[in-house]
C-alpha cells in the first residue's frame, strides 16, 4: 500500500473501536450483528483492522460506530 492509499483509508476509516482480549464467543457475537445490521463487510460500512481480528473494529461513519457501541460497549483502550 501506498501512502497516497494509506491516506484514503485513514480518511475512510477513521471512526474505530477498540478492545482488549474479545473472547471468542463474544468476537462471533460482534460479527454476526455487523453482518445483520450493516450487511457483509465487503460492502464497505464496517472491518476489522488487518492484523487486529476481533478487538479492533472500524466504521466508515460515526453513526455505524455509535450503534455498535451501544450494542457491545465503549473500546477499553
Known sequence: MNSNQ????KRKWKYHVAYEHTSQERYDQMWDWCVATFGNHIDRVWREKHGHVGDYWQF???QSM???V???GASDR
Request: net charge neutral; proline share 0%; charged share 60%.
Open 6 to 9: 494509506r491516506r484514503k483509508d
Open 60 to 62: 466508515e461513519d460515526e
Open 70 to 72: 451501544m450494542k457491545f
Open 66 to 68: 455509535t450503534l455498535f
